[in-house]
């Protein structure tokens, strides 16, 4: 009988999108970060996503409030714990990566290219900013790029192979697929690569399902077999699109980072492991099989917790 194939569940669990205005629940600060990351680890995350932020919420390239964050959850879990360098908009590339040398992740995001990542229009949402930092931090995105040329791109993987991190490629728009496989092509890339598909964003391609078979099927294209992925569905309906991931044969990722919703009718998701605890019931009652951990290891060849920097 053929081994049956299981979800890697995904948990991003803070971001650098959302501000407190938008959510009490947000997790901020060292310990409320790693709290949050623990906590969906035991509601059945197989790998959580870290950005750092401050205590009043404002996202930090700072490394010690990150290796803070890493130790703590590291001390009470056993998750593959996956590092951002697409840290929050506005950073420079030198900010975003500095983490990777440093701690040597088991995983880290890796940006599929330069692009627009407009939140502007989320300034809108808010009435009255909790912190003074949030207006102008949100409006600040329209005038910004979000920078990740083809020579960054090199540099980065060149980084993240020496720390032994395996790269979460993070693809917002149908030509950067095109970019990995460049990148693929010039040998710089280990198997097995592992894509997380983010529509929805303002400067990348609007989430629909269209869109999402057009990813898939141009990835299996591009890359056969050597190639894994998930998908990120940003807002009140992530958990259909995350759905149709696990159909696809995909993974799933969730999370405050993502969309602070618990329902499409609005109501807002307690912590990131009610929305765990959501999307795994999903997927069982679909007759899916979750990942724990050491399987997502397995699957993605990660180097294992005892040999990061942190």
Same mark, same amino acid.
């Given at each position: 009988?053929?081994?049956? %194939?299981?979800?890697?569940?995904?948990?991003?669990?803070?971001?650098?999108?959302?501000?407190? $205005?938008?959510?009490?629940?947000?997790?901020?600060?060292?310990?409320?970060?790693?709290?949050?990351?623990?906590?969906?680890?035991?509601?059945?995350?197989?790998?959580?996503?870290?950005?750092? %932020?401050?205590?009043?919420?404002?996202?930090? $390239?700072?490394? *010690?409030?990150?290796?803070?964050?890493? %130790?703590?959850?590291?001390?009470?879990?056993?998750?593959?714990?996956? #590092?951002?360098?697409?840290?929050?908009?506005?950073?420079?590339? /030198?900010?975003?990566?500095?983490?990777?040398?440093?701690?040597?992740?088991?995983?880290?995001?890796?940006?599929?290219?330069?692009?627009? !990542?407009? +939140?502007?229009? +989320?300034?809108?949402?808010?009435?009255?900013?909790?912190?003074?930092?949030?207006?102008?931090? +949100?409006?600040?995105?329209?005038?910004?790029? !979000?920078?990740?040329?083809?020579?960054?791109?090199?540099?980065?993987?060149?980084?993240?192979? /020496?720390?032994?991190?395996?790269?979460?490629?993070?693809?917002?728009?149908?030509? =950067?697929?095109?970019?990995?496989?460049?990148?693929?092509?010039?040998?710089?890339?280990?198997?097995?690569?592992?894509?997380? !598909? #983010?529509?929805?964003?303002?400067?990348?391609?609007?989430?629909?399902?269209?869109?999402?078979?057009?990813?898939?099927? =141009?990835?299996?294209?591009? !890359?056969?077999?050597?190639? +894994?992925?998930?998908?990120?569905?940003?807002? @009140? @309906?992530?958990?259909?699109?995350?759905?149709?991931?696990?159909?696809?044969?995909?993974?799933?990722?969730? &999370?405050?980072?993502?969309?602070?919703?618990?329902?499409?009718? &609005? *109501?807002?998701?307690? $912590?990131?492991? =009610? =929305?765990?605890?959501?999307?795994?019931?999903?997927?069982?009652?679909?007759?899916?099989?979750?990942? $724990?951990?050491?399987?997502? @290891? /397995?699957?993605?060849?990660?180097?294992?917790?005892?040999?990061?920097?942190?």
């Amino acid at each position: 009988m053929a081994k049956s %194939r299981k979800v890697i569940v995904t948990a991003a669990v803070t971001g650098g999108i959302h501000t407190p $205005s938008m959510t009490p629940y947000l997790p901020c600060g060292i310990d409320a970060i790693a709290d949050a990351a623990v906590q969906a680890a035991e509601a059945g995350a197989s790998i959580v996503h870290i950005h750092a %932020r401050e205590e009043n919420g404002k996202p930090t $390239s700072d490394l *010690e409030v990150m290796g803070e964050i890493l %130790r703590k959850i590291k001390a009470r879990s056993d998750v593959i714990i996956g #590092v951002t360098t697409g840290g929050a908009i506005g950073m420079s590339v /030198e900010e975003r990566l500095a983490a990777i040398p440093l701690y040597k992740p088991e995983m880290a995001s890796f940006n599929g290219g330069t692009m627009n !990542f407009n +939140l502007a229009e +989320l300034a809108n949402t808010i009435d009255t900013p909790k912190y003074d930092w949030e207006i102008p931090f +949100l409006k600040n995105t329209a005038t910004v790029v !979000f920078k990740n040329t083809f020579e960054d791109m090199e540099k980065i993987i060149s980084i993240m192979n /020496e720390a032994g991190t395996v790269p979460e490629y993070e693809i917002f728009d149908f030509g =950067q697929i095109n970019n990995i496989l460049y990148l693929y092509k010039k040998g710089l890339l280990r198997k097995p690569l592992y894509f997380q !598909f #983010v529509p929805g964003v303002l400067g990348g391609i609007p989430l629909n399902p269209q869109n999402l078979m057009y990813f898939v099927n =141009q990835l299996k294209a591009d !890359f056969g077999d050597d190639a +894994l992925f998930s998908v990120v569905a940003a807002g @009140r @309906r992530m958990y259909r699109y995350e759905a149709m991931s696990a159909i696809l044969g995909g993974n799933v990722r969730v &999370g405050l980072e993502d969309s602070i919703y618990y329902s499409p009718n &609005g *109501e807002l998701a307690s $912590s990131n492991a =009610q =929305q765990v605890e959501k999307i795994i019931d999903i997927l069982k009652k679909l007759d899916f099989e979750i990942a $724990s951990p050491d399987e997502a @290891r /397995e699957i993605l060849h990660t180097k294992g917790k005892d040999k990061v920097n942190f």
